[in-house]
């Protein structure tokens, strides 16, 4: 299971941290054998990939929207990844969803959400402009 929390209502300009548990195996692996992304959906428009980290945390890709504002992290003991968002805008409100790449290649980023198998419920975050 995948389980999304940290959105909420903000003004335009604050943070906000989303994070995401994961428990359970997939594909037989632990959490440090997936690659893990944040993906977003905001009304009327397709879901979109936010930022992206692979297997242990090196290597991150990020949406051009989020580069410079926006961090991909994970802690691998707690089988969390997290999405530190700052100067949010009022483009940035959608659904938040983290999801799971469980045949991950450890170097690999994955940013096609076709390549990731399984999804939280999602998180909303809401900016006012």
């Known amino acids: 299971q995948l389980q999304a929390s940290g959105g909420g209502l903000v003004q335009a300009g604050d943070s906000l941290r989303l994070s995401c548990v994961v428990s359970?195996?997939?594909?037989?692996?632990?959490?440090?054998?997936?690659?893990m992304a944040w993906f977003r959906q905001a009304p009327g428009k397709e879901r979109e990939i936010v930022a992206a980290?692979?297997?242990?945390?090196?290597?991150?890709d990020y949406a051009d929207s989020a580069k410079g504002r926006f961090t991909i992290s994970r802690d691998n003991a707690k089988n969390m990844v997290y999405l530190q968002m700052n100067n949010l805008k009022f483009e940035d409100t959608a659904v938040y969803y983290c999801?799971?790449?469980?045949?991950?290649?450890?170097?690999?980023?994955?940013?096609?959400?076709?390549?990731?198998?399984?999804w939280g419920e999602g998180t909303l975050v809401t900016v006012s402009s």
């Open positions: 980290i692979n297997r242990n945390g090196a290597s991150t």
């Open positions: 999801a799971v790449q469980p045949h991950a290649i450890l170097s690999a980023v994955y940013t096609l959400s076709r390549d990731y198998r399984f």
């Open positions: 359970g195996r997939f594909n037989g692996r632990t959490f440090s054998g997936y690659a």
